[in-house]
Nanobody
């Protein structure tokens, strides 16, 4: 069983930046594709960004050009650099494998974008 611990969220104003981190309890990045997901209030969880074991990335249209997913295999950690944040980015952010989440969801990290 792999566990994920997300961190780095907070309350920011529109246009500001945050960097999220997700630490995995095992060395899985060379085997599994990883992704960041988010769940906004009243909505279903959605895919935000993914990264393959080879390092290729993909993003949902609403965050392209603003968010960057990356990983550090030595630290078993993936990151999500979020720039130019908008109120509609407000959500709880989670990480897990992609395309199918293989393990239980972590507690997530809350991102709130508000003036």
């Amino acid at each position: 069983q792999v566990q994920f611990v997300e961190s780095g969220g907070g309350l920011v104003q529109p246009g500001e930046s945050l960097r999220l981190s997700c630490a995995a309890s095992g060395s899985i990045f060379s085997i599994f594709y990883m992704a960041w997901y988010r769940r906004a209030p009243g909505k279903q969880r959605e895919l935000v960004a993914s990264i393959t074991s080879g390092g290729s990335t993909n993003y949902v249209d609403s965050v392209k050009g603003r968010f960057t997913i990356s990983r550090d295999g030595a630290k078993n950690t993936i990151y999500l650099q979020m720039n130019s944040l908008k109120p509609e980015d407000t959500a709880v952010y989670y990480c897990n494998t992609f395309p199918s989440p293989q393990w239980s969801w972590g507690q997530g990290t809350q991102v709130t974008v508000s003036s």
